[in-house]
């Protein structure tokens, strides 16, 4: 799975906490069946961050975590 790829996978589960009005990523929002490709996403995204092949501010912008 490319990045872009799990970012736009990504985007399908964003929540927002209605606590304190911030997004997150929550995977219960997604059908059982198809929660592994969204660990890959997340993984995909994770070592993306590490290797600096995007940022972490990057990444929240573009999933629409901030």
Same mark, same amino acid.
């Given at each position: !799975? /490319?990045?872009?790829?799990? $970012? /736009?996978? &990504?985007? *399908?589960?964003?929540?927002?906490?209605?606590?304190?009005?911030?997004?997150? $990523?929550?995977?219960?929002?997604?059908?059982?069946? /198809?929660?592994? *490709?969204?660990? /890959?996403? &997340? !993984?995909?995204?994770?070592?993306?961050?590490?290797?600096? %092949? $995007?940022? %972490?501010?990057?990444?929240?912008?573009?999933?629409? &975590?901030?």
């Amino acid at each position: !799975m /490319e990045l872009d790829q799990a $970012i /736009e996978l &990504l985007k *399908k589960a964003v929540k927002n906490n209605a606590t304190n009005d911030e997004n997150h $990523i929550d995977l219960t929002v997604v059908p059982t069946e /198809e929660r592994p *490709k969204y660990q /890959e996403a &997340l !993984m995909v995204s994770q070592i993306a961050i590490r290797h600096g %092949k $995007i940022t %972490k501010e990057d990444f929240n912008r573009r999933v629409h &975590l901030e």
